[in-house]
T-cell receptor, first 110, second 118 residues
Framework: GENVEQHPSTLSVQEGDSAVIKCTYS??????FPWYKQELGKRPQLIID?????GEKKDQRIAVTLNKTAKHFSLHITETQPEDSAVYFCAASIGNQFYFGTGTSLTVIP | GAVVSQHPSRVICKSGTSVKIECRSL??????MFWYRQFPKQSLMLMATSNEGSKATYEQGVEKDKFLINHASLTLSTLTVTSAHPEDSSFYIC??????????????FGSGTQLSVL
């Protein structure tokens, strides 16, 4: 089955700096890659996603890049703010199944 | 995005009792829903895939007789933790895919249920 690895597990950045979280996947059949933000005790919220036929997608301060050849995708957050502090999960989807990364705890230091 | 409602948000129960958790898709129909378990500061662990009108598909290591799943309608799936014990204490989250046009891949989550078994 699919195996999704996510790095780093924790990340601290100064407010205003950029944050990058990376994920790799193993199954080339994966064709959809969402990113979720989860605050403590809350539900994961979809923040951005990308399909396998697209290399990059941007939504304001958040962007995702996908390298199908290398089987990795990354989340980029620019101009970080304290409210960006949360746990971020990547996922890879094949058919009806989603496979999640282990999460990255992001702390933005004011 | 689509709305997935989950109730209750928190349950405290005595060991040996059963607890039912409901997951509803409020503004769309979901033929498939997923149930996850999440330990503190850990990722989402898929427990089972709930299919409307048929038996759920359980992941390896998940006891189907302990975690009963019923998906009787296109908008409701329930997870019943039978004879709960302290080791069952966890955060349980459901999710569903919204297959409406243009959003076929998107997975939306319920708000989660924190189960504490005394």
């Amino acid at each position: 089955g699919e195996n999704v690895e996510q790095h780093p597990s924790t990340l601290s950045v100064q407010e205003g700096d950029s944050a990058v979280i990376k994920c790799t996947y193993s199954d080339s059949a994966s064709n959809y890659f969402p990113w979720y933000k989860q605050e403590l005790g809350k539900r994961p919220q979809l923040i951005i996603d990308i399909r396998s036929n697209v290399g990059e997608k941007k939504d304001q301060r958040i962007a995702v890049t996908l390298n199908k050849t290398a089987k990795h995708f990354s989340l980029h957050i620019t101009e970080t703010q304290p409210e960006d502090s949360a746990v971020y999960f990547c996922a890879a989807s094949i058919g009806n199944q989603f496979y999640f990364g282990t999460g990255t705890s992001l702390t933005v230091i004011p | 995005g689509a709305v997935v409602s989950q109730h209750p948000s928190r349950v405290i129960c005595k060991s040996g009792t059963s607890v039912k958790i409901e997951c509803r898709s409020l503004d769309f129909q979901a033929t498939t829903m997923f149930w996850y378990r999440q330990f503190p500061k850990q990722s989402l662990m898929l427990m089972a895939t709930s299919n409307e009108g048929s038996k759920a598909t359980y992941e390896q290591g998940v006891e189907k007789d302990k975690f009963l799943i019923n998906h009787a309608s296109l908008t409701l799936s329930t997870l019943t933790v039978t004879s709960a014990h302290p080791e069952d204490s966890s955060f349980y989250i459901c999710s569903a895919r919204d297959w409406r046009g243009g959003q076929s891949e998107k997975l939306f989550f319920g708000s989660g249920t924190q189960l504490s078994v005394l």
